[in-house]
């Protein structure tokens, strides 16, 4: 049963336009979603996070938004560069499970090319 | 401020042995979690400690696979009578205690083949 899922798996934008990665999510006790970025051989890297109680986040080129009634959640790269050529993975926790640190329910992943 | 370090980072086994991973947290990090991560999957929780106790092991299977985070030393994932199905990359992950956000920060990952 796939609790957060990223349905494309994925996706390619031209450098300097905007890169919008898509998250649903099911189980509706989830209350906290990360982005991390992975690169072949390498351990994922956090990029971004949000709690249940915003809507938006926002750190730079990285944005995340966070539609609760819908279960869904997107990162926004702008403008997207060569170098965020990667596999985006999407996660969702459930801090009431075992308290604030939780584990992570990861989605597939989307893989994302920006070409020059 | 050195990150969390995995090794070894390359692990061939034949069917039959035993695996061992070793994770040593970010500084000031009490808490590890264990990933693994099969071809073309996302990561699946295995199991999450804090130094001396297992706090959720919910994603670890029954049989051949334990995990320990002594009260010195890195945490350890080992895995006995290792199958061609246990092949995979396993992350380690770690984060602060309670109060902030739940970011954890991985580990460059043990890529385990079984022969």
Not at chain 1, 78 to 92: E, K, L, M, N, T
Not at chain 2, 76 to 90: E, F, M
Not at chain 2, 105 to 115: A, I
Request: aromatic share 10%.
């Amino acid at each position: 049963d796939q609790q957060v899922k990223q349905n494309s798996p994925s996706l390619s934008v031209q450098e300097g336009r905007i890169s919008i990665l898509n998250c649903d999510y099911t189980n509706s006790m989830f209350d906290y979603f990360l982005w991390y970025k992975k690169y072949p051989a390498e351990g994922p890297t956090f990029l971004i996070s949000i709690s249940s109680i915003k809507d938006k986040n926002e750190d730079g080129r990285f944005t995340v938004f966070l539609n609760k009634s819908a279960k869904h959640l997107s990162l926004h790269i702008v403008p997207s560069q060569p170098g965020d050529s990667a596999v985006y993975f999407c996660a969702a926790s459930d801090p009431q499970r075992t308290g604030a640190n939780s584990k992570l329910t990861f989605g597939k992943g989307i893989t994302l090319s920006v070409r020059p | 401020n050195a990150g969390v370090m995995q090794n070894p980072r390359h692990l061939v086994r034949r069917r039959g042995q035993e695996a061992r991973l070793r994770c040593s947290p970010m500084k000031g990090h009490s808490h590890v979690y264990w990933y693994r991560q099969l071809p073309e999957e996302g990561l699946k929780f295995m199991v999450y400690l804090q130094k001396e106790n297992i706090i959720d092991e919910s994603g670890m299977p029954k049989e051949r696979f334990s995990a320990e985070f002594p009260k010195e030393g890195p945490s350890i994932l080992r895995i006995q009578q290792v199958v061609r199905g246990d092949s995979a990359a396993y992350f380690c992950a770690s984060s602060p205690p309670a109060g902030g956000g739940n970011e954890q920060f991985f580990g460059p990952g043990t890529r385990l083949t079984v022969l």
